[in-house]
DNA sequence: TTGTAGGCGTTATCAG
DNA sequence: CTGATAACGCCTACAA
């Protein structure tokens, strides 16, 4: 007499040797049911007796059977799967926004496929590939031309920007407000009585740096100080470096205050002020960040920067997409978080809340800055 | 009269009222070829006549067809999709591994498929839906149990382990020589006269940790000094200071010299030596770590430390998966990298090649130790 | 609750 | 080189 374990073993062997998968007409045929009733067992919410349920489960788990994610997408329209795009220098530097994202993901029932940029060019590339593996929707940290949201629209396929601003575009976007960061550390700096600035900006293809910058710059010219002295950088560690020296040499002086469009160069700017020309810095130059990295923290640096809260922001992308994909409604939705100031070691500041200098414009000043 | 363009449109505008996709079949008839014409022109090396190949390709693109990947792996039973699992501590320390990791994978016509783990216990399942979304193969940066690791088996599942040895495992890995890197650390700081050690390790489940510290005991145990002082560490900053203090209050005084499991540890140990205790690194006390993170290379610490080829590694492991997949060879394979002996500033060192001290076994002392 | 039958969109085979 | 036809493994009305 043979039992079933010994007749779904018989089976396995009989697959292999076919070369081919387990299905689940095999699980049915030898649970003695129809294909339907095994597809319905793996169908949360589905009509089936518990009787057929626990027989078919029964055999499935002695097959080793698992549906084919394949197959069922094909009927279904549905593959389960979200493509992330991300820069690598997104990747370096917020290195939980990945793990975040791809929690949240896996925590709506979805997969991550995942493209990492290395440069602007392998756009194309990596969306011709997002098209062919039929993802439900797609979350980009990366840099799109409207050309490319264009394509999007044209093929329905839900999208939201992570961090990334375009002007006139109607898409999808979670940010952090960078204009506001940049107006709020100006504000902060410029009450502790900092007149002279020097930023040292990000790449031209960051919206973010550009923003910051601009919040800052616009914020200095409102309460009327000197022009702050630009120089871009590449958001690297190098470019904290070469970005102090060249606002020093453009401006003949060590300025009051450095601003870096993030927390990677502030630190090449601290290191190169500190160590490289004796600088003391909060005492004879202050430096402020972005983003509150893990190493700003570290008791050598303890940076004076703005955090992004990154785990929501995340959270808030996982849902607006999948929202999207779930409603089939095309409209559109901005999520736009705070940053929280980082009051570290490296800029002489005054507490919070305390009076600023009059502003030159003779406007009243802010109820709260904070 | 029609063109090709206006019936293009026409069929674009039907296929959206109806819900469904552009298919192979809506440009073969637009083209006025069979469906298999299509088919063949989108699989590269196939047998088509140049004229028909263009009139296709026009066609396609007037409709945007793109080949339907879950389509096509249903029946070619590959899904070009390879399961890249890694820890979240992994993509933390490491975030170069995931972009070099995914660059590999792309340049070899395959995409990834991201599981990052929170916990030890989301093993289980993640593997449930690699299974189901029928990878190729994977990648995993995370530790497996015999268990999972007889299931790939199982299932025929190519495995490639990064950075993970299993003890008595026939499984394919792609390593650094941990056990070498700790005894070289060791060997070099006895060399330039330390004697008394405090090592930090690393989290119980990670082999790379216990490797490391194994080697380094074992070198000092053959170089006849006194037993180190081990303490275990959870790999970051914070467990650097902790790690410390609790070698100082164990040993009663400050060692020669501090070896950590990694440089985030090594770095916390530092910046408690400097700022906290006030010692004199490393004139007091000598400091070194492992993988020459970023940070490690900045000026406030200039580490003495052991890189690990990552991008070398990286590319390793995916040419060893796409060989597994392609063989069809259940063959395993070890691929094992050296370290390369970063010499910062946070270690009193002699030259290498200088002569050792004498072992105390009277073992000729060996040839080369870089 | 269960089984039957058709189709999702592609590739593979084979005859022409 | 080209076209007809049969899979691939599953989901889902629909009928029983």
Redesign the pocket.
């Known amino acids: 007499m043979s039992t079933v374990e010994h007749r779904a073993a018989a089976l396995k062997a009989l697959i292999a040797s076919e070369h ?2 387990v ?3 095999d699980v049915a045929t030898l649970a ?9 067992c ?2 949360p919410g589905a ?3 518990k ?3 626990e027989l078919v489960m029964k055999v499935a788990a002695l097959l080793d ?4 994610a ?3 997408s ?4 549905r593959s389960n799967m979200v493509a992330l795009i991300i820069t690598n220098q997104a990747n370096l530097y917020y290195p939980e926004l990945l793990a975040e994202v791809s929690q949240q993901i896996n925590a709506r029932g979805k997969r991550v496929l995942l493209f990492t940029l290395q440069r602007e060019s392998q756009v194309d590339h990596v969306l011709a590939d997002v098209w062919q593996y039929q993802v439900d929707g797609v979350i980009a940290a990366a840099q799109l031309s409207p050309v490319h949201i264009a394509e999007f629209e044209r093929r329905g396929m839900p999208l939201v920007l992570f961090n990334r601003t375009m002007r006139d575009q109607i898409v999808n976007t979670v940010t952090c407000d960078h204009l506001e960061a940049g107006r709020l550390l100006a504000s902060r700096l410029a009450a502790a009585g900092h007149r002279q600035f020097g930023i040292i900006g990000g790449g031209r293809d960051s919206s973010v740096a550009t923003e910051r910058q601009r919040g800052a710059c616009e914020r200095l010219a409102e309460l009327g100080l000197p022009p702050p002295v630009v120089v871009p950088g590449q958001y690297d560690y190098r470019s904290g470096a070469a970005g102090l020296k060249a606002v020093i040499a453009q401006l003949g002086t060590v300025p009051d205050a450095v601003i870096c469009g993030s927390d990677v160069m502030a630190i090449g700017c601290l290191d190169c002020a500190r160590h490289e020309l004796g600088l003391d810095v909060p005492g004879q130059l202050s430096v402020a960040g972005f983003d509150a990295v893990e190493p700003s923290n570290w008791a050598s640096y303890n940076l004076t920067t703005l955090r992004q809260p990154v785990p929501r922001m995340a959270a808030a992308a996982a849902d607006l997409l999948c929202e999207r994909i779930d409603s089939h409604d095309p409209g559109t939705e901005k999520r736009v978080f705070s940053v929280e100031f980082i009051d570290g070691a490296t800029a002489r500041l005054t507490p919070a809340g305390a009076t600023p200098p009059r502003v030159a414009t003779g406007l009243p000043r802010p109820v709260a800055i904070m």
Do not use: H
Request: net charge positive; charged share 20%.
């Open positions: 081919r998968r299905t689940s007409y003695g049911v129809s294909q339907s009733a095994v597809s319905r793996f169908k009509s089936v007796s009787t057929t349920y059977y698992i549906p084919n394949a197959a069922r094909l009927i279904t329209r």
